[in-house]
């Protein structure tokens, strides 16, 4: 860490900042040079932080999340963004290889960080001068000060000469304060202090070294641990178990009858879910053929919503077993054939939400949930490939969570490169012969997808005609599906015109040409 | 010397300050009824602030385990404090009043006020804490 001085200067230069670039703006240009400056003081500050491996390549990662926030401004983006910077300034400033305990780390930094800013101002003074006695003068004025004003208040109430002179000092003094507040909002000082909070916990370290203790002691792989007298081994499960089967669990065949346990579970659950397969395997895999009497959104979010939550608990349920010394019992082969097998049914599984997904977007079109499901399950099968290897190489809980946690940064990152309202927005106006148009859905897009929406406006106006033949009323006007998106289109022209330079994407640039070019935007050329 | 005892002082001096400054506040408008709204807003706020008695604890217990110096520590505890009354008091208001009243920004005010002041009145008893748990982690 710097100097003192230059890191409380730094902090509040970075208030300052953050109140000039933000101020009533949206996240965009404005992102690029606020990121320069936390990066270069944050290198700055923690000159070991670059050398950081995870650090070197969380960059990247970072730099295409900004330049998307640039790009496509979406606010996936901008979470990307805020999440690979904070993870970034964790790992330069924290000795963590889990983004779980770096992102603990922050966390106590934002929770710690008045503390740490004032032992920087601490030792600034105390080095620099002697504390003023301010301290002293606040202590012996305050009983002094509610005295006099309880009199003061009954002086004023009393005597109406007194009375009068109060009330002109009074107004003399609104007057004041209101030019003062006409000059200096409260709520730009509530958004400066948020800058100086938001900086200063990104930029200062907590003091605690106890995370970083903590996560030292992890290890990747799995060791034998030796159980004490008690049959404790201090695994959070070793209670339960111990708790549901009683003298079973302790003892010299303790781990046998775990495995048996163990053993008679997976065999139990590999038939049921083969059940469950068989049915899918034959019913959606092979047989489907959508006829409108099937309930295909109760089939799809029902039947999806379970299914994740039953790999999720899959997940679980092996890890419970393969949490500790079962991994290294010499006759445990069919333990891990069963696992295998568990692993890959539930894989099959996975592809039957996929499919069940595939027929939802082929016969209802895009949506935000659907799109979310194929990334879910996408992170599902990568979870599932990381218990694999798991119980094959004796791997630890510690190791699967934070491989996982990197594929959701990862995934997050990629997910933020594409600009999901264009493509819902495009691909449900394309396919629009096989799935109907949901109209309020279609319009509750981001205002970008305005143009589109404009020059496919036939095509809207039909399906507005056809649901209210069908007595559907998407909205309270009838026909008026031209004047809510003109309506729409103002609005948009109207916040933007709000924004300066530091609010400049390409997105919103293009979006804004386009309404230019058919000169229906008067007085916005001079924006 | 405990989190809890220190956290139960530090809170009852809050609200007897809290209800001194609404006292105080109320003289223009009631007059020597002033002395009965001061009872009324003490009775009501050990009913409602009761609940924040083991936040403060809670609080306290965490303030003598940071590895800060104990201006720092004081600094923080004193910001935690007022964010915790504001919040409180925004949170009560939501869940039990229609609409939340005008002058509640003057309302946080005062009782933040207060609690930073009933702070310093007990920041001997917090420093002592602070000791007591030090010395207890030195062996």
């Known amino acids: 860490m710097q100097n003192n001085r230059s890191v409380i200067f730094i902090v509040l230069s970075g208030a300052v900042l953050f109140n000039l670039l933000f101020w009533q703006e949206q996240l965009a240009l404005n992102a690029l040079l606020f990121d320069a400056f936390i990066l270069g003081t944050l290198f700055y500050l923690h000159p070991a932080g670059g050398r950081n491996k995870t650090v070197q390549w969380l960059l990247p990662l970072h730099f295409l999340c900004l330049a998307m926030v640039i790009v496509h401004n979406t606010l996936l983006s901008q979470l990307a963004l805020l999440t690979t910077l904070l993870l970034i300034a964790a790992f330069a400033e924290y000795a963590h290889r889990s983004a779980w305990f770096a992102g603990n780390s922050l966390l106590l930094s934002f929770i710690l960080f008045i503390a740490s800013f004032s032992h920087q101002v601490r030792i600034t003074r105390t080095r620099e001068r002697k504390p003023l006695a301010v301290g002293k003068f606040i202590r012996f004025s305050i009983i002094p000060l509610l005295i006099v004003l309880a009199f003061f208040i009954i002086y004023s109430l009393a005597n109406s000469v007194f009375s009068g002179m109060v009330s002109r000092l009074g107004l003399q003094l609104q007057t004041f304060f209101s030019h003062l507040f006409e000059l200096i909002s409260f709520e730009r000082i509530l958004f400066l202090l948020l800058g100086f909070y938001f900086t200063g916990a990104l930029l200062l370290r907590t003091r605690s070294r106890q995370l970083e203790q903590k996560e030292a002691g992890k290890t990747d792989d799995l060791q034998r641990k030796r159980k004490n007298r008690t049959g404790k081994t201090g695994n959070p499960f070793g209670g339960l178990t111990a708790g549901i089967m009683g003298r079973l669990a302790r003892g010299a065949m303790a781990l046998k009858n775990e495995y048996t346990t163990g053993l008679i579970s997976l065999a139990l659950l590999n038939v049921l879910l083969l059940v469950v397969n068989y049915i899918d395997i034959d019913y959606l895999w092979l047989h489907f053929t959508y006829t409108p009497d099937i309930n295909l959104t109760a089939m799809i979010h029902e039947g999806t919503e379970l299914l994740i939550l039953s790999l999720v608990l899959a997940m679980i349920v092996l890890l419970f077993f393969f949490r500790g010394n079962l991994n290294f019992y010499t006759r445990n082969k069919w333990l891990k054939a069963g696992a295998y097998l568990w692993l890959v049914q539930n894989t099959l599984l996975v592809i039957s939400v996929l499919i069940r997904d595939y027929y939802y977007i082929k016969l209802s079109g895009l949506a935000y949930k659907r799109i979310g499901v194929l990334f879910f399950l996408a992170l599902v099968l990568f979870g599932l490939m990381t218990v694999f290897f798991k119980i094959v190489y004796k791997k630890t809980t510690y190791y699967l969570l934070r491989v996982n946690a990197w594929a959701v940064i990862f995934l997050l990152a990629a997910a933020s490169a594409v600009d999901w309202d264009m493509t819902i927005a495009r691909y449900n106006i394309a396919h629009s012969n096989k799935a109907p148009l949901d109209l309020p859905f279609l319009l509750s897009l981001s205002p970008r997808t305005l143009p589109l929406l404009e020059q496919n406006l036939p095509l809207l106006q039909q399906r507005e005609k056809e649901l209210e033949l069908l007595g559907q009323h998407p909205w309270r006007c009838a026909g008026c599906i031209a004047e809510i998106i003109s309506n729409k289109k103002q609005d948009y022209l109207h916040q933007q015109s709000g924004y300066s330079w530091l609010s400049w994407n390409y997105a919103d640039e293009k979006t804004k040409n386009y309404f230019i070019a058919q000169q229906q935007v008067p007085g916005l050329k001079g924006k | ?139």
């Open chain 2, 1 to 139: 010397m405990t989190p809890l005892i220190t956290g139960l002082k530090l809170w009852a001096r809050a609200i007897i300050l809290n209800a001194v400054v609404m006292g105080i506040g109320f003289i223009p408008v009631c007059n020597v009824f002033a002395i009965a709204v001061f009872f009324a807003i003490l009775l009501g706020s050990i009913i409602l602030t009761c609940p924040l008695i083991p936040a403060i604890g809670g609080l306290l217990w965490v303030y003598a385990r940071l590895p800060y110096h104990t201006t720092d520590k004081f600094t923080w505890l004193l910001f935690v404090l007022i964010g915790i009354t504001a919040g409180y008091y925004i949170l009560f208001m939501y869940l039990f009043l229609p609409m939340l009243p005008a002058p509640l920004a003057v309302f946080i005010y005062g009782t933040s006020i207060a609690v930073a002041a009933a702070a310093f009145w007990t920041k001997s008893s917090i420093i002592q804490l602070n000791n007591y748990h030090y010395e207890q982690h030195l062996v």
